[in-house]
């Protein structure tokens, strides 16, 4: 096996989303550049080269040498060993230039000039304890190491980071976490082994509401247990409930639950949930509409900045109204979520048409309509990519929020084909927004606007917003 070669380089820049293209020491005979992630602009590490490739190389960081100019101590006591953030040593403004740099010239590899369509980046309101749902997982932080939950090391696929002081979770979260690991540790129950497929517990879930407070629990463990009978196990899981209800939180608990999740893969897959107290679902408030939100549907998980991110498609949308007349228009919103984009815009348009893959956030989506007095949106389960066959009605504006991978390339030929005047597209993943960008651009499509949101601050995420508009005269 060939020995690892240890190099020394500054960083030069950093390219989306965590892609540190380090200078490499003159002396060296090697490539002059090498990609390490978990970088800032300016330091000067010492890193281990891991693969070659044709003009660059790939390399382990080792250690910083020297500091980044804009470097700051980190407030977080658990970075950089918790793999939940990257930039919590950036001061958030240091951040933002990062993020608008990097979407800008992401923009310009498909349009080459954007000084006349890209508005720059939008901050989050809050900085700190802004996130509205955490997975937590069950493990260790070494083997055979004593129970904990939290975030996996950076870097580890087994290793776990009790995260009781995380920046990006709010004091409720952080008292939840802290009495379920206590309840758990004091069981002596073992949390489910990736690799051996046994044990009990995995993850736990925690929503909280920014706008009413709600917060919803979910415990989720594997059916294999060391429980003699369900009694023994049901009575643990009721001493876990009466210890979160006790606890001094801002918020309100509605509800407690338990899910079964038999998978080999490390995700959270619902085979089954209890409700254990209250109710399967909470409210959150956006831009004067109230949503209903189930354990496992989509939902922006920075709420303030959400409504940031919402009003700038909605005013995106309003540009465009000068050529479609929405209030007898058919919008169509794919990858709808919960809706939220739908009811927005459902008070200005004649019809909107919400698809979505998951079904619970379809039910959802069409209880937050009936809630927030909306009678003229329909919301569809299904793959966008089968389910644009199905409709009858063609749509005189399409909105796009696709998951982090894109819009499926057979599913972009379709939405083309329909020929609108206008598209905004939201993405949480811009290197997929370029592609597909690429492919609107050569079906006559161009870009109107372009706007980044950050609404994950400490992390190397961004959204952006686009509006394209068809350009005259194409077929």
């Not at 920075?302 to 700038?312: K, M």
């Not at 389910?387 to 057979?410: A, M, N």
Request: glycine share 8%; aromatic share 8%.
């Amino acid at each position: 096996m060939k020995k690892e070669q240890i190099l020394e380089g500054t960083v030069q820049t950093i390219k989306f989303p965590n892609k540190g293209i380090v200078s490499i020491s003159e002396d060296s005979s090697e490539k002059r550049q090498c990609i390490v992630k978990h970088v800032l602009p300016g330091q000067r590490i010492r890193f281990a080269v891991q693969k070659f490739r044709s003009g660059s190389c790939e390399g382990r960081l080792l250690e910083v040498l020297e500091r980044s100019p804009a470097e700051a101590d980190s407030a977080c006591r658990h970075f950089p060993a918790c793999g939940g953030c990257a930039y919590q040593n950036l001061p958030y403004e240091e951040q933002l230039k990062l993020k608008e740099k990097q979407v800008r010239e992401l923009l310009e590899s498909a349009l080459h000039d954007v000084s006349d369509v890209f508005e720059g980046i939008k901050p989050s309101p809050v900085q700190t304890g802004y996130r509205n749902k955490m997975e937590f997982s069950f493990g260790d932080s070494s083997k055979g190491g004593p129970l904990e939950l939290g975030m996996h090391k950076r870097g580890s696929f087994y290793d776990i980071v009790t995260v009781t002081d995380c920046q990006i979770i709010d004091a409720d979260y952080q008292k939840i976490l802290t009495e379920t690991l206590s309840c758990f540790r004091e069981a002596g129950l073992s949390f489910y082994h990736k690799l051996t497929h046994t044990g009990y517990l995995r993850h736990l879930l925690v929503r909280k509401a920014a706008r009413t407070g709600e917060i919803l629990v979910d415990l989720i463990t594997a059916t294999q247990t060391s429980f003699d009978n369900g009694h023994a196990e049901q009575a643990l899981l009721n001493d876990w409930q009466t210890r979160l209800l006790s606890l001094p939180l801002s918020g309100r608990l509605t509800g407690i639950l338990h899910t079964r999740n038999d998978s080999v893969a490390d995700m959270i897959r619902n085979d089954g949930t209890d409700i254990l107290y209250g109710q399967d679902y909470f409210y959150e408030e956006l831009l004067g509409l109230k949503f209903k939100i189930s354990p496992f549907s989509f939902f922006q998980t920075n709420s303030l900045s959400a409504e940031v991110l919402y009003e700038t498609a909605r005013q995106y949308v309003s540009l465009a109204q000068s050529g479609v007349d929405l209030q007898g228009a058919v919008v169509y919103d794919l990858y709808s979520g919960t809706g939220t984009i739908a009811q927005l815009l459902a008070p200005a348009a004649g019809k909107v048409i919400g698809v979505e893959i998951v079904e619970e956030a379809v039910e959802a989506a069409r209880e937050n309509a009936v809630l927030n007095g909306l009678h003229n949106c329909e919301f569809i389960a299904g793959d966008v990519l089968q389910v644009l066959d199905e409709i009858e009605k063609k749509p005189d504006f399409i909105v796009l929020d696709p998951p982090r991978d894109g819009v499926h390339p057979k599913a972009l030929k379709k939405i083309i084909r329909y020929g609108v005047e206008h598209i905004v597209y939201i993405s949480c993943k811009p290197t997929s927004l370029v592609r597909d960008l690429e492919t609107f651009l050569g079906n006559g499509y161009r870009v109107v606007r372009a706007c980044a949101i950050d609404q994950f601050p400490g992390t190397v995420h961004v959204e952006t917003v686009v509006l394209m508009s068809r350009v005259e005269n194409q077929p």
